[in-house]
C-alpha cells in the first residue's frame, strides 16, 4: 500500500511537473517567436530607412550628373565661342604687319590693345579648359559615388526582400503556434523565467550581431556623407563655372572694346593725318607754281639781256670799219664796254639766282614727293585698320568654328598665327587655299621701289608701283589714274601732259601764275658775234634758260 501510494504521488508529481514544463516550453517559444519578431520588424524598418536614404542619394546624384554635364557642355561653348574673337584678333595682328614700312610700322596704342586683347582671350580659354577638366573629374567622381550607392543599394534591396518574406514567414508561423498552442493564462513561473533568463545570457552571436548591425548602418550612413559632400562640392563648382563664363566673357568684350575703340581712334587720327599732309601738298604745290614762275620771269629777264648784247656787237661791228685815223678809244667805246660788262654782270647774277630757284624747287619737289610717299603709306594704314575695324565674325559651315569677314573675303592666316592658333585652340583652321595672286604673305615682303613691287593684282592702293606715264605695270593690277604720280624723271611739263592731268601744259611758251608781261616766245638764241669773232659770249651761259626738269 505504502508503495502504491509512494508510486501514485510521483506520478502526480511527474503531470505536475510535465504541465508545468508544457507551460514554460509555450511560453519561451512565444517568447523567442516574439523576439525574432521583433528583430526582424526592426531590421526591415532600417533597412527601408537605408533603402530610402540611398535612394534620394542615387536621385540626387543623377541630377548632379546632369546638372555638372549641363554645365560642362556650358563650358566648351564658351570656349569655342571665343575661337572667333582670337582668329579675328590674330588676323587683324598679321593684317597690320602689312603696314608699310618703317612709317607706319610703329608700336601704337591699337598694337598693345590687340596684344592685350589676344593675352585676354588665350588666357580665358586656359581657364576655361582648366574649369573643363575640373568639371569633367567632378563628373567622374560623381559618377563612382553614383556606382557605389547603387551597389550598397541593390544589397539593401535584396536583403529588405528576404528579410521581409521572412517576416511574413515568422508572422504566419507565429499565428499558426499560436492556433495550436496558446499561452497559459497567468503569470510564468519561475522555473520559466530562470530557464528564459539562462537562455537570454547563454545566446551566441547577440553581441556581434549588434555590432555589425551597427557598422552596416555607420557603413551606409558614410557613404551618404561621402556622396552629399561630392554633390555639395558639384553645386560649388557649378556656381563657379557659371561665374568664370560670366567673367571670361565681359572680359572678351572689354578687350574687344578696347580694341575697337583704339582702332576707331587710328583710323580717326590717321584721317586727321591725312588732311594735314594733303594741306601741305596743296601748299607745296602751290610754293611750286610760284617758284616755276619766278624761273620764268628769271629766264624772261635773261632773255631780254641778248638786245642790248646785239646792239653792242653790231655797234662793234659797225665802229670797225671807221678809217685809221677814226679808228681810236673813244667814250663811245669806253662806254660800249661799260655797257657789255654791266650786261654779262646782269646776266651772271641772273644764273645764279636762277640755280638757287632750282636749287629750291628741287627740295620742293623732294618735299612734295615725301608728302606723297607719306599720304600714299598713311592711306594703306588707313585702309587697313578700317579693314580690320569693319570685319567681324560669322559662323561657317564645313566644321570650323569662325571666320574673318564676310562670306567671300577669307584670308588664312600665316603659319606662325596658324600654329599658335592650332596650339591654343587645338584644331585646325580651315584652309580655302592662298590666293594666286602675288602677296607679301605667299612672295616675301612688298617692294616699294619703282619697278619690280610685287603687290596684289587688281589693288589700287599700292605705292610706286606705277610707270612713268601713271599706268599700272601690266599684270600688276588695274590702273589708277587717281594714285598715279610722276616719276623721278618726270618734270612740271610731263605731269601736266599726261592723259589723266587737268591742268594744262606748262612748257616755255606759256607764263606761269605770277609772271608779268604777256606770252612770249621760246627762248631767244643770242644773234650776231662779239667782235666778229663768231663767239657768242652766251652760248655757255645761256644754257641755264631751259626749262628746268625733275
Request: glycine letters at 8%; hydrophobic letters at 30%.
Amino acid at each position: 500500500m505504502n508503495e502504491a501510494s509512494s508510486t501514485h504521488q510521483g506520478a502526480l508529481n511527474q503531470a505536475e511537473n510535465s504541465v508545468r514544463t508544457h507551460e514554460d516550453t509555450v511560453n519561451n517559444n512565444h517568447d523567442q517567436y516574439r523576439a525574432v519578431q521583433d528583430n526582424m520588424e526592426l531590421k526591415v524598418s532600417n533597412t527601408r530607412r537605408l533603402v530610402e536614404t540611398l535612394s534620394d542619394r542615387a536621385y540626387s546624384l543623377e541630377n548632379s550628373i546632369q546638372h555638372t554635364r549641363e554645365s560642362l557642355g556650358v563650358v566648351e561653348a564658351a570656349n569655342r565661342a571665343k575661337d572667333g574673337p582670337l582668329q579675328l584678333c590674330l588676323w587683324r595682328i598679321e593684317q597690320r604687319t602689312k603696314r608699310p614700312y618703317p612709317r607706319e610700322q610703329v608700336r601704337d596704342d591699337a598694337e598693345v590693345a590687340l596684344e592685350d586683347e589676344k593675352a585676354t582671350l588665350i588666357q580665358t580659354k586656359w581657364d576655361l579648359s582648366d574649369a573643363a577638366e575640373r568639371t569633367k573629374d567632378m563628373i567622374r567622381q560623381l559618377e563612382a559615388r553614383l556606382a557605389e550607392v547603387r551597389d550598397d543599394l541593390h544589397h539593401k534591396k535584396h536583403a529588405l526582400g528576404i528579410d521581409e518574406m521572412c517576416l511574413a514567414k515568422a508572422q504566419s508561423s507565429f499565428a499558426n503556434m499560436q492556433f495550436r498552442t496558446p499561452r497559459p493564462q497567468g503569470p510564468p513561473t519561475a522555473r520559466s523565467k530562470m530557464v528564459g533568463e539562462r537562455k537570454d545570457a547563454e545566446r551566441h552571436g547577440h553581441a556581434e550581431g549588434h555590432n555589425n548591425e551597427m557598422f552596416r548602418q555607420n557603413r551606409t550612413g558614410a557613404l551618404d556623407r561621402h556622396s552629399a559632400s561630392h554633390d555639395e562640392a558639384a553645386d560649388v563648382l557649378r556656381e563657379a563655372n557659371t561665374r568664370l563664363i560670366a567673367r571670361c566673357e565681359q572680359a572678351a568684350k572689354d578687350a574687344k572694346a578696347n580694341t575697337d575703340r583704339c582702332l576707331r581712334d587710328r583710323v580717326h587720327e590717321l584721317q586727321h593725318m591725312r588732311m594735314r599732309i594733303e594741306e601741305q601738298i596743296r601748299e607745296t604745290e602751290s610754293k611750286i607754281d610760284h617758284t616755276n614762275g619766278i624761273i620764268s620771269e628769271t629766264r624772261y629777264h635773261m632773255g631780254a639781256l641778248q638786245e642790248p648784247l646785239a646792239m653792242q656787237g653790231a655797234c662793234s661791228a659797225f665802229r670797225k670799219d671807221r678809217t685809221a685815223r677814226e679808228h681810236i678809244n673813244d667814250p663811245v667805246a669806253a662806254a660800249l664796254a661799260e655797257h657789255q660788262d654791266g650786261v654779262m654782270q646782269a646776266h651772271e647774277d641772273l644764273a645764279k639766282e636762277q640755280e638757287k630757284e632750282k636749287a629750291h624747287l628741287k627740295a620742293l619737289f623732294d618735299q612734295r614727293k615725301k608728302l606723297e610717299d607719306d599720304l600714299k603709306d598713311k592711306n594703306s594704314a588707313c585702309s587697313i585698320d578700317s579693314r580690320c575695324l569693319n570685319h567681324g565674325t560669322i559662323p561657317v559651315r564645313g566644321g570650323d568654328r569662325g571666320l574673318i569677314g564676310p562670306v567671300g573675303e577669307f584670308e588664312p592666316l600665316r603659319a606662325e598665327h596658324r600654329a599658335e592658333y592650332k596650339r591654343t585652340v587645338g584644331m585646325p583652321l580651315a584652309d580655302p587655299g592662298i590666293s594666286k595672286r602675288a602677296t607679301s604673305v605667299d612672295q616675301g615682303p612688298v617692294s616699294y621701289g619703282r619697278s619690280g613691287g610685287i603687290h596684289r593684282g587688281g589693288s589700287n592702293h599700292t605705292h610706286h608701283d606705277f610707270n612713268p606715264q601713271g599706268f599700272s605695270t601690266p599684270g600688276r593690277g588695274g590702273s589708277a589714274p587717281g594714285y598715279a604720280s610722276a616719276g623721278r624723271t618726270m618734270n612740271m611739263l610731263q605731269a601736266t601732259q599726261l592723259p589723266h592731268a587737268t591742268a594744262p601744259p606748262m612748257n616755255n611758251f606759256t607764263r606761269f601764275p605770277g609772271g608779268t608781261g604777256g606770252p612770249t616766245r621760246g627762248p631767244m638764241t643770242p644773234r650776231g658775234v662779239l667782235g666778229g669773232s663768231g663767239t657768242n659770249p652766251l652760248r655757255e651761259t645761256g644754257r641755264a634758260a631751259v626749262t628746268y626738269g625733275y
